[in-house]
């Protein structure tokens, strides 16, 4: 992990704690009023310097990536569980990853919506390390048993490509039953293709080198 990760990975894991503890702490009202003070003060250390827009999408020195705002994958987001994948050389994706009780939607079980946030970004990942990035077309859910809180299991494979589109599969388990199925298309999105085609035909009449 390079140093600035080790700097704010620890603070977006201490806000994923807070943001549980505002859900369960059963404290009363005055340490609720202390405990905010400190997190005002917080607030105000953190606000001192920002970015004007979102992260985005940057990249280190070296070039590798960081999608560290990402909602289901940035390190840098509190949001994020996060997710870590594992590339199989048969080119399965595949996490492990660990719901805390601020992701509850039904009593005592997983949002529905923050399942469909893990397999769209799973299913995503899967066409783009597969040689088919793509903006999520279409993302389709089958809800086949409840979903628990805590440790889970995400996976997903390209079952096929067309062109500019990535059809790729998954599903979420609890290890042992599948609880959410999910299909999805994945398209390289017209403007991408347009910009590789440009580049493309600047290659080709670019003039002989000597
Ligand atoms: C070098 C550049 C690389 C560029 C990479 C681009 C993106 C990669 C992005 C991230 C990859 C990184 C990691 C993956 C992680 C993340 C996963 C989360 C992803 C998301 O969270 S992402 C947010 C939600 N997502 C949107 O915000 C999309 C909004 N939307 C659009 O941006 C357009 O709507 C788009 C791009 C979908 C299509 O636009 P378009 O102009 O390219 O489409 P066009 O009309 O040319 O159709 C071309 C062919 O796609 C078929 N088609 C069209 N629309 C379809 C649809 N909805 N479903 C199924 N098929 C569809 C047509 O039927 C035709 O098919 P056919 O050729 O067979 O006739």
């Known amino acids: 992990m390079d140093a600035e990760a080790a700097v704010v990975g620890p603070l977006a894991e201490d806000l994923r704690v807070l943001n549980e503890l505002s859900v369960v702490s059963e ?37 590798r990536q960081r999608s560290w705002g990402n909602a289901a994958v940035g390190l840098r987001n509190p949001i994020a569980p996060p997710l870590e994948f594992v ?22 079980l997983t ?14 990942y899967t066409a783009t390390v597969n040689g088919c990035p793509g903006m999520t077309g ?11 809180l805590g440790a889970l299991h995400a996976e997903a494979r390209v079952d096929r490509i067309e062109g500019i589109k990535a059809f790729v599969v998954g599903h979420i388990s609890d290890g042992e039953t ?18 590789m085609a440009a580049e493309a035909s600047a290659v080709t009449e670019a003039p002989a080198q000597d």
């Open 111 to 124: 949002h529905g919506g923050i399942s469909a946030l893990i397999l769209d970004q799973v299913l995503g």
């Open 178 to 195: 599948v609880c959410v199925e999910a299909e999805g298309v994945f398209i390289l999105p017209r403007w991408a293709r347009e910009r």
């Open 87 to 108: 590339k199989d050389d048969d080119g399965t994706v595949r996490a492990d990853y660990f719901l805390r009780r601020g992701y509850e939607g039904p009593p005592g």
């Open 138 to 148: 279409t993302l389709t859910l089958r809800y086949r048993n409840p979903t628990p």
């Open 27 to 63: 404290v009363d009202a005055d340490a609720v009023g202390r405990a905010r003070e400190h997190l005002e003060a917080a607030r105000a250390i953190l606000a001192e310097k920002t970015l004007d827009g979102p992260y985005g999408v940057r990249f280190t020195a070296d070039g």
